[in-house]
């Protein structure tokens, strides 16, 4: 790790306060120094408001100057679902890029995610943005033992766009956060599929009778806003 920090003196990270991005962001203040990393979060509206706090408290627990910004998305991030992740991503790559002066763009991916998977990943490499954690190797087991450190939980989130299969609105992504916000402490890797009303998990998880008319009162409750 060492060896990769020693070809830059500055960095900017692309910081969703997430863990993989929070692990690359301690790695940079670790190697170069706090005052001469940068992190850089969008505040657009379809990114949970808590990722956005997590990521301002995560920055000044490490020192960090935080600079928080609008990707001005493209119209293609609404209308184009199949390749929605790419053209955001891409969106804030860029915006980042006209931000910073920086030797070095970094971001989280690290080496257990799948390109496949990521429809983003296409709009790293065409930013030219370097990714430390899967270019040496290192996957999520590294990344949750670095970040244990900060004694901070974190959540596996994807943006409330994503739960939304039909037309992206800002009242359907109000509504997919509140509901999310009642339930995501209780129920890891829960999603709300706003247009289709249902929810679905991550990960396997156990419920019970309680657990489905608890869920059932939250959705109904968020869709009376």
Aim: aromatic residues 10%; glycine residues 4%; negative net charge.
């Amino acid at each position: 790790m060492k060896a990769f920090f020693e070809h830059f003196t500055s960095a900017a990270v692309a910081f969703s306060g997430g863990a993989d991005s929070t692990c690359v962001l301690m790695l940079a203040c670790e190697f170069l120094g706090a005052d001469n990393v940068t992190a850089y979060t969008c505040s657009d509206s379809h990114i949970f408001r808590y990722e956005i706090e997590n990521a301002a408290m995560l920055c000044e627990m490490l020192g960090v100057r935080h600079v928080m910004f609008s990707a001005d998305l493209p119209q293609e991030f609404f209308t184009d679902k199949i390749n929605r992740c790419y053209h955001c991503k891409k969106a804030i790559l860029n915006k980042i890029s006209a931000l910073t002066d920086a030797d070095v763009i970094l971001d989280g991916t690290n080496a257990d995610d799948n390109p496949d998977d990521r429809p983003g990943f296409k709009a790293l490499t065409e930013s030219g943005v370097r990714s430390p954690l899967r270019e040496l190797g290192f996957g999520k087991d590294y990344v949750l033992k670095t970040v244990a450190a900060l004694n901070v939980e974190f959540h596996d989130e994807s943006c409330k766009a994503s739960r939304l299969s039909g037309e992206i609105t800002d009242d359907k992504m109000y509504l997919t956060e509140y509901a999310e916000d009642s339930l995501r402490d209780r129920y890891k890797g829960i999603r709300y599929r706003h247009d289709d009303r249902r929810v679905q998990f991550k990960k396997p998880i156990t419920l019970h009778e309680d657990d489905f008319l608890f869920i059932k009162e939250t959705i109904k409750d968020a869709l009376s806003q």
